[in-house]
């Protein structure tokens, strides 16, 4: 018989693991020693342990390889494990490289001196049912006064059906020239209205945008500049829809908090 610590040693393992094995039933010693508690294997559990640290190298937990190792597993069965193994470590393998493509980004943008106060996430933005209003604009110079019109026209419609108004705002653009744009007003599901063009609607989510959040006065033009450099350098493509998200504009623009978002194109 061999004695943990020469087993530990054989196998390149520490004797924390090969107790906390025995522990959960997963390679019992064949005695021990009831004076020191000190645990002893026989040479054929060395071929078991072999087995337990082989599915451990290839991302098997150990509650699936305690089931493993007491049926009697086929090469189909094991196959299509490794299969499954081999999804989730490519999967994690893409993670990390976005994350590691998001902080180099993120290094990058803090060498402009503009930039650095720009903090950028990846997240999604769920579908929201609104009251809205569009209009087709010829560029990006129009977008000020389209605003102009259309927020004090959803409020109105708003005050006129005796609903309270709740933010967030939205504002949505689609394309660069001409522009699709949309402003809209969140309200309860069960609103219905479809007058002086303005339609309540489902506001379609995004699976992925980069965001950051403004705090006081507004640089739109800055900050969309940030979004766009950073998905340059993390090697994000974009989708064209930008949308500006006022989440506390009720004083004085000093005071305003807006979340500026761009959509990205889906994770490959």
């Given at each position: 018989?061999?004695?943990?610590?020469?087993?530990?040693?054989?196998?390149q393992?520490?004797?924390?693991?090969?107790?906390?094995?025995?522990?959960?039933?997963?390679?019992?010693p064949?005695?021990?020693?009831?004076?020191?508690?000190?645990?002893?294997?026989?040479p054929e559990?060395l071929?078991?342990?072999?087995?337990?640290?082989?599915?451990?190298?290839?991302?098997?937990?150990l509650?699936?390889?305690?089931v493993?190792?007491?049926?009697?597993?086929?090469?189909?069965?094991?196959?299509?494990?490794?299969?499954?193994?081999?999804?989730?470590a490519?999967?994690?393998?893409?993670?990390?490289?976005?994350?590691?493509?998001?902080?180099?980004?993120?290094?990058?943008?803090?060498?402009?001196?503009?930039?650095?106060?720009?903090d950028?996430i990846?997240?999604?933005?769920?579908?929201?049912?609104?009251?809205?209003?569009?209009?087709?604009?010829?560029?990006?110079?129009?977008?000020?006064?389209?605003?102009?019109?259309?927020?004090?026209?959803?409020?109105a419609?708003?005050?006129?059906?005796?609903?309270?108004?709740?933010?967030?705002?939205?504002?949505?653009?689609?394309?660069?020239?001409?522009?699709?744009?949309?402003?809209?007003?969140?309200?309860?599901?069960?609103?219905?209205?479809?007058?002086?063009?303005?339609?309540?609607?489902?506001l379609?989510?995004?699976?992925?945008?980069?965001?950051?959040?403004?705090?006081?006065?507004?640089?739109?033009?800055?900050g969309?500049?940030?979004?766009?450099a950073?998905?340059?350098?993390?090697?994000?493509q974009?989708?064209?829809?930008?949308?500006?998200?006022?989440?506390?504009c009720?004083?004085?623009?000093?005071?305003?908090?807006?979340?500026?978002?761009?959509?990205?194109?889906?994770?490959?």
């Amino acid at each position: 018989m061999f004695g943990i610590g020469t087993v530990a040693r054989l196998a390149q393992v520490s004797v924390r693991t090969l107790r906390y094995y025995d522990e959960i039933g997963l390679l019992a010693p064949v005695w021990v020693d009831p004076d020191t508690g000190y645990r002893w294997y026989a040479p054929e559990q060395l071929h078991r342990l072999h087995r337990i640290l082989a599915l451990r190298d290839l991302g098997v937990k150990l509650s699936e390889i305690s089931v493993l190792l007491s049926d009697d597993l086929s090469v189909d069965e094991l196959r299509g494990i490794l299969l499954l193994r081999r999804a989730e470590a490519r999967e994690r393998v893409r993670e990390e490289t976005e994350l590691l493509a998001h902080v180099e980004a993120r290094l990058r943008q803090m060498e402009e001196e503009t930039m650095t106060d720009y903090d950028v996430i990846v997240k999604r933005v769920e579908p929201e049912w609104v009251i809205a209003v569009h209009e087709e604009l010829a560029d990006v110079k129009a977008v000020g006064a389209a605003h102009e019109r259309s927020w004090p026209r959803l409020h109105a419609a708003l005050d006129a059906h005796g609903i309270a108004f709740h933010a967030p705002s939205i504002a949505r653009e689609q394309g660069e020239g001409p522009i699709h744009f949309t402003a809209a007003l969140p309200v309860r599901d069960d609103v219905s209205i479809d007058a002086d063009g303005i339609a309540s609607m489902r506001l379609p989510g995004v699976e992925r945008v980069a965001a950051t959040v403004m705090r006081g006065e507004p640089k739109f033009d800055e900050g969309f500049t940030a979004l766009i450099a950073w998905a340059e350098e993390a090697g994000e493509q974009r989708t064209g829809e930008l949308r500006e998200v006022y989440l506390d504009c009720d004083g004085p623009r000093a005071t305003w908090v807006v979340e500026l978002q761009i959509g990205l194109q889906p994770s490959a």
